[in-house]
C-alpha cells in the first residue's frame, strides 16, 4: 500500500511540474494560423521569440462586432501570459474563443518554408506551409510570369498539389514552363522542411 501511495505522489509531483510547461512551442519566427468560429475563419500571426509566444495578432476575422470582441482582447492576452492554449474562453464568446485557441494551436504546429525555381521570366518564389506532416498552404510570393497566360498555372498547380499532398501532379495546359517551374519551387521548400 506504501508504495501505490508513493508511486501517486510522484505521478501527481510529475503532472504539475510538467503542466506548467504549456503548449510545445514552435521555432523562433512569425506564423499564421486558422481557426473555425462563428462567421468563419479567424486568422492569427503568432510571433515566437526565445521560445517564447511574444505576441498574437488578429489578422483577419467574420466574427460578429460586439459578442467577439472579449475573445479578441481576452483569449490572445491570456495564451500569451500563460504560454500555453490551455486558457479559459471568454464569456459569451466560447466559439470565437474556440477559434483563436484552434487558429494559435494551428500557427504554432506548422512550418512555413520558402523555394525558388526558374520560370519562363524569371525566379518563381513560393512559400508552403506544412503542419503536421500536411501541405496546409502554398503561396506564390513573387513571380514575373507573363499576365494572362500564367494565371491558369497559378490557380491550377498549388492546389492540385496541395489536394495530392505530392508534387506529382499534371501541368497546366498552356503554361507548362510556369507550372514546371512551381512545382520545382515547392520541391525546394520541402526539401528545407526535411
Known amino acids: ?13 510529475l503532472m504539475v511540474t510538467f503542466m ?35 505576441s498574437i495578432e488578429v489578422l483577419d476575422h467574420n466574427e460578429t462586432p460586439g459578442i467577439a470582441d472579449a475573445a479578441f482582447e481576452e483569449v490572445p492576452a491570456n495564451i500569451k501570459e500563460a504560454q500555453s492554449t490551455d486558457v479559459d474562453v471568454a464569456s459569451g464568446a466560447t466559439v470565437t474563443s474556440e477559434a483563436i485557441i484552434e487558429a494559435v494551436e494551428n ?13 519562363r521570366n524569371g525566379d518563381i518564389e513560393v512559400e508552403v506551409e506544412i503542419s503536421e506532416g500536411d501541405i496546409v498552404n502554398i503561396e506564390v510570393l513573387d513571380h514575373s510570369e507573363t499576365a494572362g497566360i500564367a494565371d491558369i498555372a497559378f490557380d491550377h498547380v498549388p492546389a492540385e498539389i496541395k489536394n495530392a499532398q505530392s508534387t506529382d501532379v499534371d501541368v497546366a495546359s498552356g503554361a507548362t514552363v510556369t507550372s514546371e517551374a512551381i512545382i520545382e519551387a515547392v520541391e525546394a521548400a520541402l526539401d528545407k522542411a526535411n
Open 107 to 119: 500557427a504554432i504546429g506548422s512550418e512555413t518554408y520558402v523555394g525558388v525555381a526558374e520560370g
Open 20 to 54: 506548467g510547461q504549456g503548449t510545445v512551442l514552435a521555432d523562433d519566427g512569425t506564423y499564421v494560423g486558422v481557426g473555425s468560429g462563428n462567421g468563419g475563419e479567424v486568422e492569427v500571426e503568432v510571433e515566437i521569440s526565445e521560445g517564447d509566444i511574444v
Open 1 to 13: 500500500m506504501k508504495k501505490i501511495s508513493l508511486l501517486v505522489c510522484l505521478s501527481l509531483i
